[in-house]
């Protein structure tokens, strides 16, 4: 039997066989089932659809992680994500600054600041930080 989210990523790569182009609204709940499913693995088939048909894929993950961090303790999942993404590539400042102001605003300062130190180590500068 398929999951819905199994059926929701079929009806995804018909529409964009069809030519049609999906946006974010359209692909964020898949997203966020295989996150919470830990389905990493499509998870990441997804982002690289997703860049095959010229999806803002850093965009968009800045956006499933603005909306994951909003959800009531998503903000350990977001973080698990993460861990898996970065190291296959798919991380950004705007990424780095959403988890680490979530982290802050929940009190997990010195997490954030971890997060803040592995982003200075990736090289980015650190006056683009915001919390």
Do not use: W
Not at 39 to 57: T, Y
Not at 64 to 72: A, Y
């Amino acid at each position: 039997m398929r999951s819905g989210v199994d059926k929701a990523y079929k009806i995804f790569r018909v529409t964009v066989q069809e030519g049609l182009q999906p946006d974010f609204a359209t692909v964020n709940p898949i997203l966020v089932s295989y996150a919470e499913m830990r389905r990493m693995d499509n998870f990441c088939d997804m982002l690289a659809e997703m860049e095959k048909f010229d999806f803002p894929v850093i965009d968009d993950l800045s956006k499933f992680f603005s909306f994951m961090v909003g959800k009531e303790d998503g903000v350990p999942l977001a973080l698990e994500v993460f861990g898996e993404l970065k190291v296959k590539g798919y991380y950004s400042v705007g990424i780095y600054n959403i988890l680490m102001g979530s982290l802050h605003k929940s009190g997990k300062v010195k997490k954030a600041l971890s997060l803040f130190n592995e982003m200075k180590g990736c090289g980015f500068a650190a006056r683009c930080v915001y919390l």
